[in-house]
Each structure stands twice: as C-alpha cells, then as structure tokens.
C-alpha cells in the first residue's frame, strides 16, 4: 500500500500498489483541475490558492528508500511538497 504525505504530514489518501507513478500524477492534476472549476471542492493539498497550480516530477527520493514517488505542487503563493511513501499493511 502507498500513502499520500504533503510537507512530511501523513495523510488519509491511499494507493494500491498497483498504482504506477502516471497514474497517481493523472489523479493529482484530476484533484487540481476540480479545485479550480469547483469553488465547493476539497482543497486536499492545503493550498493557499489552485489557479494557477502546477505540478513539478520529481525523481525517487534516493535518500530514503521508502519513498516510491516526489513531486511538488507549486502556485503562485506556495507550494507543498508530495511524497508517495510505502508502507506495510498490517492486518
């Protein structure tokens, strides 16, 4: 399983691990287009603004092994960063 963490804070979003890297980054830019054609959307990503977000590809971060994806949100005020980390299920 694979587990959404914005600016190193774990959140409740969840992938398989079938997930591929195209496939969480598709869902992200589906989160951002929503929040700007939605004004009722959920501003999951905590941003201060989602006009005009855009979404920066990052590399595995290699100085921890159990991130699977990086990428960065970045808007005109801010911008978070995104880790796609895998964790074991415990049952």
Known sequence: ???????NSSTDIFFS???TQE???FWAY?????M??????????????S?????TNG?????NPNVFLQFIIRGDEDYKIIDIIEIETVL
């Open 59 to 63: 590399l595995k971060n290699i100085n």
């Open 17 to 19: 691990k079938e997930s």
């Open 1 to 7: 399983m694979r587990r959404l963490v914005i600016n």
């Open 30 to 34: 589906q989160v951002l287009y929503n």
């Open 23 to 25: 496939d969480i980054i």
């Open 51 to 55: 006009i005009s977000c855009g979404i």
């Open 36 to 49: 700007n054609t939605n004004v009722d959307a959920e501003n999951i990503f905590m941003l201060n603004e």
